[in-house]
């Protein structure tokens, strides 16, 4: 095994040039990669009907965010039948927080989708989904899709 200090010696600027390589490469991937879907992470659901969550491309430092801020659309979900019933009308926040549009049920679970309003890629105007479960300790999260419905998807071209 090669250790720092000897191999520091033997090619001068070595670590160095290491590191600031591997830095470029992560930060070359990172922005190709976060901004190529709806980059929405950590979203969190408070009692109060606060929603909050991360921008991944954003906090990166890879992406500037939405000059229109978040959009969530806000529903009850059956998890037995996957059926959904909006709950008023889709709320707007210019930080990565959106308030719910009323009071949410006391219990069962909700399906909210989160999108970038006037995103600086268009790959974030796709709204994830995120499912929550009320508990008694508040809501929980128990799910999060980020791909869009597999009808939405065009079929590969024949080769």
């Not at 600027?13 to 990669?33: A, P, Q």
């Not at 992470?41 to 990166?60: C, H, K, Q, W």
């Not at 009308?89 to 006037?118: C, F, H, N």
Request: charged letters at 15%; proline letters at 13%.
């Amino acid at each position: 095994m090669v250790t720092w200090p000897a191999y520091g010696t033997r090619c001068p600027g070595g670590m160095s040039n290491f590191i600031s390589s591997s830095l470029r490469r992560r930060n070359k991937v990172g922005s190709t990669y976060l901004p190529a879907v709806n980059p929405i992470v950590e979203p969190a659901l408070d009692a109060t009907g606060r929603l909050t969550f991360v921008n991944a491309a954003v906090a990166a430092g890879v992406a500037p965010p939405p000059s229109g801020g978040y959009s969530a659309r806000w529903f009850t979900y059956d998890n037995a039948t996957g059926a959904t019933a909006a709950i008023g009308t889709p709320t707007v926040g210019r930080d990565p927080e959106v308030r719910a549009p009323g009071a949410l049920p006391a219990s069962g679970y909700l399906k909210i989708e989160i999108s970038g309003v006037q995103p600086p890629h268009a790959s974030w105007a796709v709204p994830i989904d995120v499912y929550f479960h009320r508990t008694p300790a508040g809501w929980t999260l128990v799910g999060l899709d980020r791909l869009p419905p597999l009808e939405s998807v065009a079929p590969l071209p024949a080769k």
